[in-house]
């Protein structure tokens, strides 16, 4: 079967649907001040990049005991961009990276012309293969990157033992893995650079938006001129319009409007994942051992998940996909391997991905639902497809 052709089981083209049809997969989440501070912030001076930037980096590396500085931006990819730039990835180096990801993860190093290294996934949590992983770097690889898909953390202590290895960074795409933790350390305190999305429906939301933090704090005058146009911003602002430009810069900033909502969410950010978690928690404790179907969950102690996603791989999805139609459930596929876009112009070897390819599927685990939904979703599958 061609690269490009997807198997017929693949196929999804159930409409969206919406709230009142029915329990739908995702829905973003609006802290309750979350009205009233963006509305404040449209009647002050500052609506671009201001002072509810600074105050948003401040308290969220605060809140999330991050180990570094924490930069605001744009966008998750926005931030990823600037990580590899910050990692000195340049045209021609190698990077491992995980093939089953959003693309946002990997285009960014197009931007730069590194080539992206596909790494299979681990069967079982889709996270990246360890042992596939070690077979990829070698003395090319610049760096390794790593998506905690779903909210579960990779085998980070496997994965920095690599890094180790051939003294190269980590760089973690933590879109997912908000709140997340690994061996008792928060996500984000654990390797060189962490990325967060703010995203519509990610766990705190800035409508879009993302954010930087690195452990290396001589890296941050560099990274805040990269994310405003290479200038050094606080010296214009005091009115010192000479400035040198040395560095080919971005508009990667995030803006007070923004900063705004995601203060609120910030108010309220304990609140939601532990809404999110207990969900989460009775998926496992409802399908745990369901016939037909298994949890991507390796269950591993050493990791808090974060609860974005609630994952299973299921024999006949499509079935069981269209059944929880039938019963006003949306279910889908957010993600898909990288290897099948042309943009990438790869192709490859991935027999763990191509285990899974037609069986993973994800459950609706968001704010607007409660346990009672959940348990609805589960009797739907547990009578079988």
């Known amino acids: 079967m061609p690269l490009d052709q997807k198997p017929a089981s693949d196929k999804n083209d159930l409409p969206l649907m919406t709230m009142e049809e029915g329990i739908v997969l995702f829905h973003p989440h609006m802290p309750e001040r979350g009205a009233e501070y963006v509305a404040h912030t449209l009647g002050t001076r500052w609506i671009g990049q201001g002072p509810k930037v600074d105050a948003f980096e401040r308290e969220f590396r605060a809140r999330l005991r991050q180990a570094g500085p924490c930069l605001a931006v744009g966008s998750g990819t926005d931030a990823l961009h600037l990580a590899y730039l910050l990692a000195g990835i340049g045209p021609g180096d190698e990077v491992a990276t995980p093939l089953f990801t959003c693309t946002a993860t990997n285009l960014p190093l197009l931007y730069i012309g590194a080539i992206p290294r596909f790494v299979d996934v681990d069967p079982v949590t889709l996270n990246i293969s ?12 610049k760096a390794i990157v790593v998506v905690h898909y779903g909210g579960l953390p990779c085998d980070m202590d496997e994965i920095h033992a690599i890094a180790r290895r051939w003294g190269i960074p980590v760089i973690e795409d933590a879109a997912h893995a908000l709140g997340g933790a690994y061996d008792g350390k928060p996500v984000g305190a654990l390797s060189e650079f962490t990325m967060y999305s703010f995203q519509a429906i990610k766990h705190l939301t800035t409508g879009d938006g993302g954010l930087l933090t690195f452990k290396d704090a001589s890296l941050e ?16 602002q005091k009115g010192i319009w000479e400035n040198d430009i040395r560095e080919v810069g971005y508009k990667y900033q995030m803006t007070d409007i923004g900063a705004a909502l995601g203060l609120a969410g910030l108010e309220e950010l304990d609140r939601t994942l532990a809404h999110r978690k207990a969900l989460y928690r009775r998926y496992v404790e409802r399908l745990k051992g369901c016939p037909g179907l298994r949890i991507v969950d390796d269950f591993d102690p050493r990791k808090e998940h974060a609860a974005w996603l609630f994952s299973i791989l299921a024999e006949r999805r499509r079935d069981l996909q269209l059944k929880l139609r039938e019963r006003r459930i949306e279910s889908g596929q957010t993600h898909y391997r990288n290897d099948r876009y042309s943009v990438f112009g790869q192709s490859g070897h991935f027999p763990n991905m191509d285990k899974v390819d037609d069986a993973y599927l994800i459950l ?22």
């Open 130 to 141: 360890v042992e596939d992983l070690a077979r990829k770097v070698g003395p090319k690889t």
């Open 221 to 236: 005058p560099l990274a805040r001129r990269l994310r405003w146009f290479g200038i050094d911003r606080e010296d214009k």
């Open 364 to 385: 609706p685990l968001h704010t607007k639902i409660g346990i009672a939904e959940v348990d609805t979703i589960c009797d739907v599958i547990r009578e079988g497809w």
